[in-house]
């Protein structure tokens, strides 16, 4: 069992929806991250959060828009979506920014028609 | 950038030993870590090692750094078929303080037990 948890599990979206991803973890860790995946690939960061403030944006695009509103939570709220923006997204949490490993949760996997 | 390479699968049969290699380029790397990710799930963490370390056992999994070749493997004890898996080595970029540390993965190798 994982100790980060998303939902939902699996997301079916149009181009044209307005969706949300969840992530929650109670570990009391201060960093916290979001993945995309593509099949048979490994993981390709997308943001970070250090103490609730994005600190990394791996120039992704604006569509995909990242909160995080408190040490608990992370979002990542979906617009107008391609595509080629199905994957499985995973989101990640660490103790802290600098050496701590990272634990994933199950992922959510999106399909967008 | 940092690369971290992967092969891309190994077959072994049940009660063997699986060994999955893993080479890297930073120079600087200060933690190597090994995931594992089963089909429809997240990635699993295994174990990890410091740099300062050549050698990490936690009951059957055994991780080997040779910092010297930058090369870092992981051995499955009697290999199981719920072994079966995707495994991902992963080597810390550091971003400075408050920046969040950011992992460089390898590709995968899928590792297929036989029975």
């Known amino acids: 069992d994982t100790e980060v948890t998303q939902t939902p599990k699996h997301l079916v979206m149009g181009m044209t929806n307005k969706k949300s991803l969840k992530c929650e973890q109670h570990m009391g860790h201060r960093a916290m991250y979001w993945y995309k995946q593509k099949a048979k690939k490994p993981p390709e960061l997308m943001f970070v959060y250090s103490y609730e403030k994005l600190s990394i944006n791996e120039s992704v695009p604006s569509r995909f828009s990242p909160e995080c509103p408190n040490s608990s939570l992370l979002n990542l709220h979906l617009h107008a979506l391609q595509p080629e923006d199905s994957a499985l997204y995973l989101c990640?949490?660490?103790?802290?920014?600098?050496?701590?490993?990272?634990?994933f949760g199950d992922g959510t996997r999106l399909s967008i028609l | 950038g940092e690369d971290v390479e992967q092969s891309l699968f190994l077959s072994v049969r049940e009660g063997d030993s699986s060994v999955i290699n893993c080479t890297y380029t930073d120079s600087s790397s200060t933690y190597l870590y090994w995931y594992k990710q089963e089909p429809g799930a997240g990635l699993q963490l295994l174990t990890y090692i410091f740099s300062n370390m050549d050698m990490k056992q936690d009951q059957r999994l055994t991780v080997l750094l040779n910092k010297k070749d930058k090369h870092l493997s992981l051995r499955i004890a009697d290999t199981q078929t719920g072994d079966s898996a995707i495994y991902f080595c992963?080597?810390?970029?550091?971003?400075?303080?408050?920046?969040?540390?950011?992992?460089?993965f390898g590709g995968g190798t899928r590792l297929m037990v036989k029975p």
């Open positions: 992963a080597d810390l970029l550091l971003r400075g303080c408050n920046a969040g540390n950011m992992l460089t």
């Open positions: 990640a949490s660490s103790q802290d920014q600098l050496r701590r490993p990272q634990h």
